[in-house]
């Protein structure tokens, strides 16, 4: 949670995604939504008694969604593993207040006004601040109370947890030493060549393989489809726009773009009253009227020393962060032009425009046609979509469906569930295709909501079902298993008859490669099977190579350990390999508690 609120927190470029985050809030809050869905808030699971509601698990979903970390074709996936994580972090609140673990509202308070990412440029923390970053991570101040204290709950837990796993000194020395072993070895290739003869497979064979793989050779349940998809865009290509749309548009984006904005600040209380600093910008207004540049004036008269000597430049500002009084000063401004005073929580303020963060009318020329196109065939896309559902429900076929609504009749060759591509590979087409009316009664599917552009309706052509392939239509594919098989086992054969002659002496190998002081994560031009059996052969005695085989991805290596040298224990308390073994400790404690409670605890999904 602290971290979606970290991500928007930093900088005054951080308080501009904020601010558009804000602004995408204000048609689609996480308050609104609990309000929506807070109608519908039936239990989806119990945890000893305990509800898991439908609304905490959308809330959640629709968090990871707004905030990017899901994608909405997931949505479904996502609903799962929220659920499966809702009902854990049940188990370890239930488990915390048994164990008597709480925090106070005084220590949530204090908490909370001492996290970075709440306190202003001073270091103090700001109401402000806290509102708005609360905003953009989806959360209300009571929510974000609730969730934190549950977080610190569970934090306690599981540092208690993890406190309780250590390693002694000895330990990570022997890791360290392992860790930063190295090995000397040599190592031969051996592949198809090196066999005196090549293998034979006999129809037996291929007949034995192929029992023994079946299941390697199935079908799937395969569909043939028939489908037409209505396209708002194709229906805009065909829109003639002229240039009054396109500059209109222009226009609207302009008074809507981010502003670039630098301000002159006087604060009042203390130090000067209010009709002070009103007094001393009016005079501020008039040494700018005579020519004076806004920057050096910031520099000279602003309160806000974190940019006064930048210009007074506060970055680029999107509409809605600052407040109503600041966006209707600044999005009433031009290029170049300042404000009249400006009143906010922090002070007086004279604005000034310096840049309007957006593209000149000919590089937006094709996305300003797009959207008037798109605009312009609204209407008659929806009544194409409406004449698509209400047609294609009682219609034996597609085809004159096509003509009527100005779609192609497109077909498909044999395709099953995961071998789909293109648009028959999007997010519920081929569920539809598989459902029992479209497959087995033979209707049209319902229409299909690709996007918010995109509709689509399909037919069943034809169907079969899964089956297990016959030998004569996979032949080629099982001879060359079995061939590749045979080559394998000769090699492991000869391999063995090598290893054995090297151990007693009667046979030597010339065409060693050599690898020095390798380490366990030796590069790529050495294969990992080799390097890896290099590792886990016993150590050489008495200065007599240690010998091995080990298969590879094009057949099987020799390998003769020559020398093994000892690793560095000076940095054992920094090793990698000991501080991994810590952490996996740790988590393999909050797994076991985990277990353990979800054996013992009464779960039911609703």
């Known amino acids: 949670m602290l971290q979606r609120i970290r991500d928007r927190s930093t900088s005054w470029g951080a308080k501009i995604i904020i601010g558009a985050v804000i602004a995408t809030m204000a048609l689609f809050g996480v308050d609104s939504l609990v309000g929506l869905l807070s109608s519908g808030g039936d239990d989806v699971a119990t945890v000893n008694g305990q509800s898991i509601t439908r609304q905490q698990v959308e809330v959640q979903v629709q968090r990871a969604i707004r905030s990017g970390q899901v994608p909405p074709e997931q949505e479904r996936q996502l609903r799962g593993q929220v659920l499966d994580q809702l009902i854990r972090t ?98 031969q290739q051996l592949d198809a060549s090196d066999l005196e003869e090549a293998s034979q497979v006999s129809q037996a064979d291929l007949e034995a393989y192929y029992q023994d793989h079946r299941d390697d050779y199935q079908r799937p349940e395969q569909v043939k489809l028939a489908y037409l998809v209505l396209d708002r865009r194709e229906l805009a290509d065909q829109v003639e726009v002229d240039d009054d749309q396109l ?86 401004l031009d290029q170049g032009q300042v404000s009249d005073i400006v009143e906010t929580d922090n002070g007086l303020h004279l604005l000034k425009v310096t840049e309007i963060e957006i593209p000149s009318f000919e590089e937006l020329r094709g996305e300003l046609r797009d959207q008037a196109a798109l605009a312009d065939v609204d209407d008659l896309f929806n009544e194409r979509v409406q004449q698509l559902i209400d047609e294609s429900f009682a219609a034996d076929d597609l085809a004159s469906i096509a003509k009527d609504v100005g779609a192609e009749l497109q077909t498909s060759d044999w395709v099953s569930a995961d071998s789909a591509e293109g ?20 209707f049209n599917s319902e229409v299909i909501e690709l996007d918010q552009d995109r509709r689509m309706v399909l037919r069943v052509r034809d169907h079969r079902p899964a089956t297990t392939l016959e030998l004569d239509e996979v032949r080629d594919r099982v001879s060359a298993a079995v061939e590749k098989l045979k080559v394998q086992e000769a090699l492991t054969a000869l391999a063995e008859k090598r290893v054995a002659a090297l151990r007693d002496g009667s046979q030597q190998v010339v065409d060693w490669q050599r690898v020095e002081s390798a380490t366990r994560q030796s590069g790529s031009n050495v294969p990992a099977a080799v390097n890896g ?6 150590n050489p005695e008495d200065g007599a190579p240690v010998y091995g085989q080990t298969a590879t991805q094009n057949g099987v290596a020799l390998v003769a350990l020559d020398a093994v040298q000892e690793g560095d ?38």
């Open 90 to 187: 049940s188990l370890l609140d239930q488990y915390a207040e048994e164990g008597g673990l709480h925090l106070s509202e005084g220590q949530l308070d204090n908490l909370i006004v001492t996290l970075p990412e709440f306190q202003d440029q001073d270091g103090k923390f700001s109401r402000e601040l806290f509102k708005n970053r609360l905003a953009s991570a989806g959360y209300t101040p009571l929510a974000f109370r609730a969730q934190l204290r549950d977080d610190m709950q569970r934090q306690q837990l599981q540092q208690g947890l993890s406190s309780s796993e250590f390693m002694l000194d000895d330990e990570k020395q022997r890791l360290a030493a392992l860790q930063n072993q190295t090995r000397s070895y040599r190592y």
């Open 247 to 332: 500059r209109s548009l222009y226009a609207e984006r302009v008074s809507e773009a981010d502003r670039r904005v630098s301000h002159i600040m006087l604060t009042f209380g203390d130090q000067r009253t209010r009709e002070e600093a009103v007094a001393a910008l009016k005079k501020v207004k008039e040494r700018l009227a005579a020519g004076e540049s806004f920057a050096s004036l910031a520099a000279e008269v602003s309160d806000d020393t974190s940019t006064s000597d930048s210009g007074g430049d506060l970055g680029v500002i999107s509409r809605g962060f600052f407040g109503d009084a600041f966006d209707s000063a600044v999005y009433s």
């Open 423 to 442: 648009v028959l590979a999007e997010p519920g087409v081929m569920d539809a295709a598989f459902t029992k009316d479209v497959l087995e009664e033979g």
């Open 533 to 538: 059996l290099a590792f886990r052969l016993p």
């Open 569 to 606: 224990v000076s940095d054992a308390s920094e090793s990698r390999v000991a501080q991994l073994v810590e952490r996996l400790r740790a988590q393999a404690a909050v797994s076991g508690l985990l277990e353990q409670l979800q054996n013992d605890a009464e779960i039911e999904r609703l």
